[in-house]
């Protein structure tokens, strides 16, 4: 089993990548739906930000989420909250803005909080639990991944993801190059650890060296 964990002093996360906002959610969203049971997100929140709104995008932008959406508590705000069950319907609406946005223009925002849970369907398929160590298949990834799509935005998770896959099996290893590729922001192999057995046999978070180590930096 891996977990990927960036060091306490990096306690604001990964940037978005790509730095375009739009572009980041559209690859958030391939990422999330790819990889995750669907979304209950907290304190989900579409901001529109008419600074260097060059296209003149934000105005039509409002006028549309006005309409599905109903006005914010104020006329003239450009912020919406959302229960979690909505999470989809702003999904659509961002991907259906169909705008080109070139950057210091930044005119959609979204944040929220979640915790992940894996797709059973998307991780690798290992018949034998050797790889676990006995350690059981859990799917839970994330209890705390706090999202920030905005210019300079973060995706934070300060427990980590927990990766239930073998350190041993070839294929954990092509799971996490597709992982790697498909994600939202950059990972490094450097803030993985692998759950693996010391000298007296008992299981314990190590940070990969020699095979598995080498293993992580090829298809990272």
């Known amino acids: 089993m891996f977990s990927y964990r960036p060091p306490k002093d990096s306690c604001w996360g990964h940037a978005i990548h790509p730095r375009n ?13 790819c990889y995750f ?13 008419p600074y260097l709104d060059k296209n003149n995008d934000v105005p039509n932008l409002k ?9 914010p508590g104020r006329p003239e705000s450009l912020d919406w909250v959302f229960p979690s069950e909505d999470y989809q319907r702003v999904m659509d609406f961002i991907l259906a803005a169909n705008i080109a946005v070139k950057l210091p223009a930044d005119p959609i925002w979204l944040s929220f909080s979640c915790s992940l849970t894996w797709k059973a369907a998307a991780l690798p398929h290992v018949e034998s639990s050797e790889g676990f160590l006995g350690f059981p298949k859990a799917t839970s ?43 939202p922001f950059k990972m490094s192999p450097k803030h993985f650890q692998a759950l693996l057995p010391n000298k007296k046999g008992t299981r314990v978070w190590k940070r990969p060296d020699g095979e598995i180590g080498a293993r992580l930096k090829d298809v990272i």
């Not at 906002?21 to 739906?33: P, W």
């Not at 006028?63 to 006005?71: Q, S, V």
């Open 21 to 33: 906002t739009l572009k980041a959610i559209e690859k958030a969203d391939r990422f999330f739906k």
């Open 37 to 49: 049971e669907p979304l209950k997100p907290e304190k989900l929140t579409l901001n529109l930000n």
């Open 141 to 183: 990834a994330s209890g705390i991944f706090t999202v920030n799509l905005r210019a300079g935005g973060r995706f934070m998770f300060p427990m980590g993801i927990a990766i239930p896959i073998s350190p041993v099996e070839p294929a954990s290893y092509d799971f996490l190059r597709r992982l790697s590729a498909d994600a």
């Open 63 to 71: 006028r549309k989420a006005d309409e599905l959406f109903g006005r």
